[in-house]
């Protein structure tokens, strides 16, 4: 048995360090252009990809362009399982509840924003996968939502005509339905943790015409039978005068449903919006109203435009204009969330200081605001310049209780890159600007963004970013990064984060990359997972490498833990002890 006096010669040559935020990475390829593409005829080969969803699991879903040998290109829908690649679907399938009709395209945004090649699957906490799709036969095209269950079976959740319950309606998955959270994208439908769906829907039946044709859908987890959430026209709860029109919103855990509304009605409300919530009893109440005066302004002082963020708790973050008496073009844009228990607070907002920067370095325009599942808050920022500090922009993100942190920062170097490579700029998306991929939060709270690097006599070009919640970011996938390609392993010269599903719980982003062998090469598209790389000698694993730690693999030995496996030759051995040692010493 190992035995604690040993401590001291360990420590004697050993430095105690925290983890460097900057943790390396290791990289996992899911798919490369030119390889062959699983399940599909002799001599077929990728030749481009969609956008990547992760899931919890770590697992991969995408739809993958095909080349076969005939030369006609084919889409299909890919999953990561126990076996590798597995293809569930592709244009031309029949697929179930479409009758006859085969297979015409996946969608995540209109058609006009080139669906075609960027189907966006999603992922449920369960495993299971969820898919958007067009059918056509003979020019009449329909359109549905499907379900891969975990065994691999496609189940449809909605399609064009299927009947609403308890109702003479029927509804369409429609495909162009903005939502007031983000009115700069074509948001179809989304998935709670538990496989619930929510999507936007037209409608047809009696009664139905311009005023009444749009409706929010729940179909509940499990099951086929759909539940009208909420439909234009109806009356705003406590408002009977007035009525809503509804966009997509989200599901929570619990199957609460979120949607924001634009009301109607005469007088002063005209044209309002509002954050309404639809609980599992079938009740609607209103959680936020852009007419009311905000918490901790005088009255009069209201919120113009707004966007919002809901957690998978049920938690409520709304971003958004102020407008009223007293407010300046300095002040009027404001993040609050009600994640305290005590109702909508404000958070941040423009013209409060900066911290941990000079007096009257300020928060100059304050960026749609974003909330993970364990309440994390973070946002893009410029910051008003002093006479020490020069204008910047920032992705700001909190590290401790409430305590803010600038993670990426225009200007900055990266120790892991050349030091005339700079951060020259973000990616962002709000309610009135479709500029790039927003910068999301996995539910462990974990941010992910999208920058742009600057080396001299070079276009710009992006590269993505995490950060493991502290202050300074790290590389989500690292250009120079290896990956394995048709030709040999090629590094990844360019990396474009996608969506918001990209990126899961541990940290470990889905992505796709290009890589080369030099800058005049052709390149590979690829889909890549990057996750944080282990840190064995944390044997605590509190993130930081500290005396603590041997006490913990001592532990860990005794018990014959996986912790004790130091040398990863599978076995708890006495040899991992100076496999510890080494472990702890070279750090992480």
């Avoid at 006096?5 to 899911?30: C, H, K």
């Avoid at 408002?239 to 002063?268: H, I, K, M, R």
């Avoid at 309404?276 to 609607?284: A, I």
């Avoid at 999301?440 to 963004?449: H, I, K, N, W």
Wanted: contains cysteine; glycine residues 12%.
């Amino acid at each position: 048995m190992i035995r604690v006096m040993l401590v001291a010669s360990v420590f004697a040559a050993a430095t105690p360090s925290a983890i460097a935020e900057a943790q390396s990475r290791v990289y996992r390829t899911v798919a490369v252009g030119g390889e062959p593409a699983p399940g599909m005829p002799a001599g077929s080969t990728f030749s481009g990809f969609g956008r990547p969803t992760i899931g919890p699991a770590g697992r991969v879903a995408f739809v993958g362009i095909v080349a076969p040998p005939a030369g006609d290109r084919e889409i299909v829908l890919y999953r990561e399982t126990d076996a590798g690649l597995e293809p569930i679907v592709a244009y031309g399938d029949l697929l179930p509840g479409a009758g006859t009709d085969p297979l015409l395209d996946f969608y995540y945004a209109a058609p006009d924003r080139n669906a075609l090649r960027r189907g966006f699957p999603q992922q449920a906490g369960n495993g299971e996968l969820f898919f958007y799709g067009a059918t056509n036969n003979y020019d009449v095209t329909r359109r549905g939502i499907w379900r891969v269950t975990v065994d691999g079976v496609v189940e449809k959740v909605a399609y064009t005509g299927d009947p609403i319950p308890g109702t003479d309606l029927a509804a369409e998955p429609y495909t162009n339905r903005s939502s007031i959270r983000s009115e700069g994208t074509s948001e179809i439908f989304n998935v709670s943790s538990n496989g619930d769906v929510l999507y936007v829907a037209d409608l047809e039946g009696p009664g139905v015409n311009s005023s009444n044709d749009r409706a929010v859908i729940l179909v509940p987890a499990g099951g086929d039978q759909p539940v009208l959430a909420a439909r234009e026209g109806d009356p705003v709860p406590g408002q009977p005068s007035l009525t809503l029109s509804p966009g997509l919103g989200s599901v929570t855990a619990d199957g609460t449903v979120y949607f924001g509304a634009v009301v109607s009605g005469a007088g002063p409300v005209s044209e309002r919006l509002r954050v309404l919530r639809r609980l599992p009893d079938g009740t609607t109440e209103v959680v936020f109203s852009n007419d009311e005066t905000l918490p901790g302004f005088p009255p009069g002082v209201t919120m113009g435009e707004f966007s919002y963020d809901v957690t998978d708790g049920g938690h409520l973050l709304v971003t958004g204009d102020i407008e009223g008496p007293g407010i300046t073009p300095d002040t009027d844009r404001a993040i609050y969330s009600d994640r305290r228990g005590n109702g909508l607070e404000l958070e941040y907002r423009q013209g409060m200081q900066v911290p941990g920067f000079p007096a009257g370095a300020y928060y100059r325009w304050l960026v749609e605001g974003y909330m993970s599942d364990d309440l994390t808050i973070g946002f893009i920022a410029e910051v008003r310049a002093t006479a020490t500090t020069p204008e910047f922009r920032a992705f700001f993100t909190e590290h401790g209780p409430l305590q803010v942190n600038p993670v990426i920062t225009e200007g900055d170097t990266l120790p892991w890159l050349a030091p005339n490579i700079v951060i020259d700029g973000f990616e962002w998306q709000t309610s009135s600007e479709n500029i790039g991929p927003r910068p999301v939060f996995s539910p462990a709270g974990y941010p992910a963004m999208e920058a742009e690097l600057y080396e001299p006599g070079l276009d710009p070009y992006p590269i993505v970013l995490t950060s493991d919640g502290g202050s300074s970011p790290i590389l989500g996938v690292e250009i120079g990064a290896i990956i394995e390609t048709p030709i040999g392993p090629l590094p990844v010269y360019r990396a474009a984060f996608d969506i918001e599903h990209g990126i899961n719980a541990s940290n470990a982003i889905a992505t796709r990359v290009s890589a080369r062998q030099d800058p005049w090469s052709d390149s590979y598209g690829a889909i890549v997972v990057s996750r944080p790389a282990p840190c064995l000698a944390d044997t605590n694993n509190d993130g930081e490498l500290t005396p603590a730690d041997f006490n913990a693999w001592i532990t860990a030995y005794n018990s014959r833990s996986a912790a004790c496996d130091q040398n990863a030759d599978g076995a708890c051995t006495p040899a991992d002890f100076s496999a510890w040692i080494l472990n702890y010493n070279t750090g992480c």
